[in-house]
């Protein structure tokens, strides 16, 4: 059996169908304003970042992707990432369904054009540096594990010389920048509940390597930030 057809199943069919379309595009179908430049902007953004991503790191690092497809698979996942990455997971459905109820229902008052343009920015520079940690990191897991029979190890290179955890870091930004991309002052709510979520698992993940993964103590004593530098 070849790895294209362990990898293309039903659930991976339905799942990529959700993750690159419905969720994307809820804003869209709650609102049915389909001239709402701002979310197809996102979606845009959305599709192209993780169709590109996945395409590059597959390039570098055929194996993670994989790893990333069967990530509720592993019996030595952490038992409280098994809570959090759903969690997480479901934080990013429920800011793009607060913001398309508020915009349907005119909650927030109208933002200007510059920081809907700015949260467009930060979106966009977000899924970079999440891309850039998931093409670098050949161990960038769906699910905190250490990895023993994929030789895990440190990874410091790329955006790992200036945070440990950039991938989280990427995603905090994209996650605060989505309201004001929409114009969704109560999507700040999910957004903000979200990155608590996320300081939590990156906290615990933190600690998670620097006692069962080699070389990760004198690596975070290199790199002293977790996700921003200068603050933590």
């Not at 993780?50 to 592993?74: G, N």
Request: aromatic content about 12%.
């Amino acid at each position: 059996m070849s790895l294209r057809t362990t990898l293309v199943t039903p659930r991976v069919v339905v799942m990529l169908i959700l993750v690159l379309i419905v969720i994307p595009m809820l804003p869209l179908f709650i609102t049915g304003n389909w001239s709402w430049w701002e979310a197809w902007a996102y979606v845009v953004v959305s599709i192209v970042g993780f169709v590109l991503s996945r395409w590059l790191a597959a390039r570098r690092h055929p194996d993670l992707i994989t790893e990333r497809a069967r990530f509720m698979e592993h019996a030595d996942a952490k038992p409280w990432d098994r809570l959090l990455a759903p969690l997480v997971a479901l934080g990013s459905v429920v800011i793009l369904i607060v913001a398309g109820v508020d915009v349907r229902l005119g909650w927030s008052p109208a933002f200007d054009l510059l920081p809907r343009v700015a949260g467009l920015g930060v979106v966009i520079a977000g899924y970079i540096l999440g891309s850039y940690a998931l093409m670098e990191n050949r161990f960038f897991s769906g699910m905190v594990r250490i990895q023993r029979e994929r030789g895990h190890r440190v990874v410091s290179s790329g955006p790992y010389r200036w945070v440990r955890h950039p991938g989280y870091a990427g995603a905090i930004a994209t996650y605060l920048a989505i309201p004001p991309l929409l114009g969704s002052l109560w999507a700040w709510l999910p957004a903000a509940a979200l990155v608590a979520i996320l300081v939590v698992r990156t906290r615990l993940e933190d600690a998670t390597l620097r006692s069962e993964l080699e070389g990760y103590t004198a690596y975070a004593e290199r790199v002293r930030f977790r996700l921003l530098p200068g603050v933590w």
